[in-house]
């Protein structure tokens, strides 16, 4: 499935990007061991978030299934959990494999799970290392899924240092934490997204969190709840970008998740020139939300700050298209993460520049991009939906027609992004060839 993409055009009007990703996959993942039931709204029904659901259906979870993103799941208790009689599959999604990897160390039986093809070749050893501190026994392909987890095995509680500034690998380690005797923390090297110990505490289990390190008593009791996910930030941020590039535009995004450890998009652009309000702030469910409205301006290229990158990580390919449109050049470093990612980010990015004309150096860390003016041509995705959806918007500034290929990933994190896209001004269409 292919994007073509006529150029111009401008983003108008009011839209509400679909939930969260991180907090649908915690939503599921929480709701299943805690006791009692736990309703959800503004659940992201995208490929992702529903195979961790299906994963934990697997586990015997009595879950509904969703209905214009409300779904309820019938919570069965952190020892609750029963084996699956088949290996667990979760496509294309690092984060429920990296997560229920944590989770799943802790059960009293086996567990085997898998995924696509980008999935088997993504690092697990980030997680697999501290979760054997711990006393897991988790066996991979050379530090890949599919991944082998025993179960019945006595989990001690661990502090562990961050190598890496990921939510992934520190949200594996709290969740095995839960079943692990004594006190397990982490301390990160840089702030990364807090789902995980905001949702615990919203499920009534006490997190600790003081100077950089959080930390837990495993052997807890979550209780059900009502979780209201709000529009994921993620998604909204190539719209941020396509009404910030395109002249005439005037966009509100809906109902927008703006935790601090996500928002760095709204930082980087506004720094970049862009002209973006937020309006209504307000907090819903512990999590903070408002309303975006982003308006044309003229970019100009920066230094994008270090400490922004792990705020801002999947929102890296969709700010790279505004360095494309900014005037001078945009500075990304500290960001080997995106080499890891659904595809090598860095060089998925640099490699559909270059095919539109734009000058790009890239690093082993990260990638400047010199401001011009973007041609038409051909983009390869790599199969990497974010990808996918950042060269879209593009075609706002392209001087000739735009092919993404390969684009069928859009709905593992966007269900929906071409009809939004089109209801809002970007000239697309989707053809099968
Ligand atoms: C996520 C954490 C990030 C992010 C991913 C979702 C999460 O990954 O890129 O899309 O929900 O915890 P890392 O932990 O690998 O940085």
């Known amino acids: 499935m292919h994007f073509y993409l006529e150029p111009g055009g401008k983003l108008t009007g009011s839209i509400r990007v679909p939930g969260d990703k991180s907090m649908s996959h915690r939503s599921i993942m929480l709701g299943s061991i805690a006791d009692g039931t736990t309703t959800v709204s503004g659940f992201l029904e995208g490929e992702d978030a529903l195979a961790t659901l299906a994963a934990f259906r697997a586990m015997g979870v009595n879950i509904t299934d969703p209905e214009a993103g409300r779904l309820t799941i019938d919570g069965v208790g952190l020892r609750g959990l029963s084996p699956s009689d088949q290996v667990m599959d979760v496509g294309n999604s690092g984060t429920s494999i990296r ?242 990612k659904e595809s090598d980010r860095i060089a998925s990015m640099a490699e559909g520049l270059t095919q539109l004309g734009i000058r790009n150096t890239v690093y082993p860390d990260g990638i400047s991009v010199t401001g011009g003016e973007m041609s038409g041509g051909v983009i390869a995705t790599h199969y990497d939906h974010r990808i996918a959806m950042s060269f879209a918007m593009a075609a706002l500034r392209a001087t000739d027609r735009l092919k993404v290929s390969d684009c069928a990933h859009v709905a593992t994190s966007f269900p929906g992004f071409a009809e939004l896209a089109v209801e809002t001004g970007l000239h697309l269409e989707v053809a099968a060839e």
């Open 99 to 340: 997560l229920m990897v944590g989770l799943l160390s802790g059960q009293s039986f086996d567990s085997i799970i898998t995924g696509d093809q980008s999935l088997l070749r993504r690092p697990m050893a980030r997680v697999i290392t501290p979760l054997s501190q711990m006393g897991a026994l988790i066996s991979s392909r050379e530090g890949c899924p599919p991944l082998e987890v025993k179960g019945g095995r006595a989990l001690t509680g661990l502090h562990y240092d961050l190598p890496v500034a990921s939510a992934q690998v520190k949200s594996s380690v709290l969740l095995a934490g839960l079943y692990a005797s004594g006190q397990t923390s982490v301390t990160e090297p840089a702030p990364t997204r807090d789902h995980t110990e905001r949702m615990l505490a919203g499920f009534g289990y006490p997190v600790e969190r003081q100077d950089g390190v959080i930390g837990l008593q495993g052997g807890g009791t979550l209780t059900g709840t009502d979780i209201d996910i709000p529009a994921d930030i993620s998604s909204a941020a190539f719209f941020l970008v396509g009404a910030s590039i395109a002249p005439g535009s005037d966009l509100t995004l809906e109902h927008v998740g703006v935790n601090p450890t996500r928002d760095g998009i709204i930082r980087i652009l506004r720094a970049m020139g862009a002209d973006i309000d937020i309006i209504n702030p307000r907090e819903v469910g512990g999590e903070p939300v408002a309303d975006l409205r982003v308006r044309y301006a003229p970019l100009k290229g920066i230094d994008i700050p270090v400490e922004e990158v792990p705020l801002a990580i999947d929102e890296m390919p969709a700010v790279l298209i505004a360095a494309a449109c900014a005037e001078g050049v945009t500075v990304l470093s500290g960001a080997e993460e995106l080499r890891v």
